[in-house]
Nanobody
Framework: QVQLVESGGGLVQAGGSLRLSCAASGRAFSSLHLGWFRQYPGKEREFVGDINWSGVSTRYADSVKGRFTISRDNAKNTLYLQMDSLKPEDTAVYFC?????????????WGQGTQVTVSS
């Protein structure tokens, strides 16, 4: 079992930055492949990016590439999503998850989500 808790969401103006955190407990954090997803109202969860167990390998959706950065601190059991140059279209609920790949269906453990709102 893995428990994930996101924090750091909020309201920010376009062009601003936010950093989301995802604290994990339970199964050995350093063995987990982790991802960030976001969800718009009435839509399926959308892949934002993921990171391998060591943090060496990351991958991003085209819509956030060059603006968002995923990192992890295995000593602190924490995953991060640094979001820069935010746009109104980044407004969504953001989730961290443990699993594999780019499809939300292949992730087994989820946080509760945190709202990010970008004003124009």
């Amino acid at each position: 079992q893995v428990q994930l808790v996101e924090s750091g969401g909020g309201l920010v103006q376009a062009g601003g930055s936010l950093r989301l955190s995802c604290a994990a407990s339970g199964r050995a954090f350093s063995s987990l492949h982790l991802g960030w997803f976001r969800q718009y109202p009435g839509k399926e969860r959308e892949f934002v990016g993921d990171i391998n167990w060591s943090g060496v390998s990351t991958r991003y959706a085209d819509s956030v590439k060059g603006r968002f950065t995923i990192s992890r601190d295995n000593a602190k059991n924490t995953l991060y999503l640094q979001m820069d140059s935010l746009k109104p279209e980044d407004t969504a609920v953001y989730f961290c998850a443990a699993g594999i790949g780019t499809n939300w269906l292949t992730y087994n453990y989820w946080g509760q989500g945190t709202q990010v709102t970008v004003s124009s």
